[in-house]
């Protein structure tokens, strides 16, 4: 059992920061990419920023600039640091992560598992 756990959501003002946090817990080899995706009310899914185990990060344009990812593997954990906020980021906000489940010499068990998800609101 795989579970991912985030933290950090909450309210505030705009022009303030939050730090998201994501933790992976259970019974698994290793992380491969983790990443955070948001859903704003009424509209879909999107991409925030990724990250892969080696530390390549890709963000949405909208994004860069203004929200970093990063990560500590060795606390399976992914972080999203949101500065200068907007109204316009309110959203809840999700972790993603695939998840090495078995590892050999010749394949991988790969599993992709999120979060339940963090509300973050921003008040104008």
């Known amino acids: 059992q795989v579970q991912l756990v985030e933290s950090g959501g909450g309210l505030v003002q705009a022009g303030g920061s939050l730090r998201l946090s994501c933790v992976a817990s259970?019974?698994?080899?290793?992380?491969?990419?983790m990443a955070w995706y948001r859903q704003a009310p009424g509209k879909q899914r999107e991409l925030v920023a990724r990250?892969?185990?080696?530390?390549?990060?890709n963000y949405a344009d909208s994004m860069k600039g203004r929200f970093t990812i990063s990560r500590d593997n060795a606390k399976n954990t992914v972080y999203l640091q949101m500065n200068s906020l907007k109204p316009e980021h309110t959203a809840v906000y999700y972790c993603?992560?695939?998840?090495?489940?078995?590892?050999?010499?010749?394949?991988?068990?790969?599993?992709?598992?999120w979060g339940q998800g963090t509300q973050v609101t921003v008040s104008s």
């Open positions: 990250i892969s185990r080696g530390g390549s990060t």
């Open positions: 259970g019974n698994f080899f290793s992380v491969n990419s």
């Open positions: 993603y992560a695939d998840v090495v489940l078995t590892s050999t010499p010749y394949s991988q068990g790969i599993q992709a598992y």
